[in-house]
């Protein structure tokens, strides 16, 4: 039998993905929110409580990580440790083609399309709109915002954001930690952590 669902993050995101829970008939799997103790308010969202994380027997729940910052979802990650099991969320209307993989902890809104010999890792977060192409090999912590654009053979490394309506060129890389502004064109490897904005997209900020 499957454990209950704790979403980690209160939020918009963390509405979302329960509406998302909704659309696939598993709502009835969460137990409750999970916020950080420190920034802990009793309440309730959509009927359902929202709990501190000093409340949660972790090995008792699966784990879905609400959290938009790729590098904010990394630290959660590392402090609840190798013992958490994790869920995914993906909807039914995401179009996958053949061999791709998708790693434990995400969560993968409406309207997307896959291509095929994908390799997304563990805890991306893909809202509507995004296309990746085919041969992309996407590292932990992905957050894509909608309408993002990924061309073919594409390396992404790990707790990357891509903004609203970006665009990642075929046959390049981004190290980690790259933060793509709203609207960027990224049309060249990106060997330095930072935050890109423009087309071409150029670096603004240092990590």
């Given amino acids: 039998m499957r454990k209950k ?35 802990f308010v009793s309440r309730t969202i959509m009927d359902i409580r929202v709990l501190p994380l000093s409340a949660i027997q972790l090995q ?28 995914s969320c993906i909807h039914p209307s995401v179009i996958c083609l053949e061999e791709v993989i ?33 041969d992309v090999v996407i590292g932990d912590c992905f957050t894509a915002s909608a309408n993002v654009s990924i061309g073919g053979h594409a390396r992404i490394g790990n707790q990357v954001f891509c903004g609203l309506s970006s ?14 502004g709203m609207g960027a064109v990224v049309a060249r490897t990106i060997e330095n952590s930072g935050t890109y904005f423009g087309n071409p997209a150029r670096r603004l900020t240092s990590n």
């Fill in 167 to 180: 665009c990642i060129k075929d046959k390049i890389s981004l190290t980690d930690g790259v933060v793509v």
């Fill in 5 to 39: 669902v704790c979403i980690f993050g209160a939020g918009g995101l963390g509405r979302s993905v329960y509406s998302l829970m909704r659309m696939l008939g598993e709502h009835e799997l969460l137990f409750a929110f999970v916020e950080d103790d420190d920034c």
């Fill in 60 to 87: 008792d729940f699966e784990f879905l990580l609400a959290i938009g910052s790729p590098t904010a979802r990394q630290a959660v990650v590392n402090r609840l440790g190798s013992n958490v099991r994790y869920a």
């Fill in 102 to 134: 998708i790693e434990s902890g995400a969560i993968i809104f409406p309207s997307i399309y896959l291509s095929r010999n994908i390799c997304i890792g563990h805890h991306a977060i893909i809202m509507p709109g995004t296309v990746i192409g085919h």
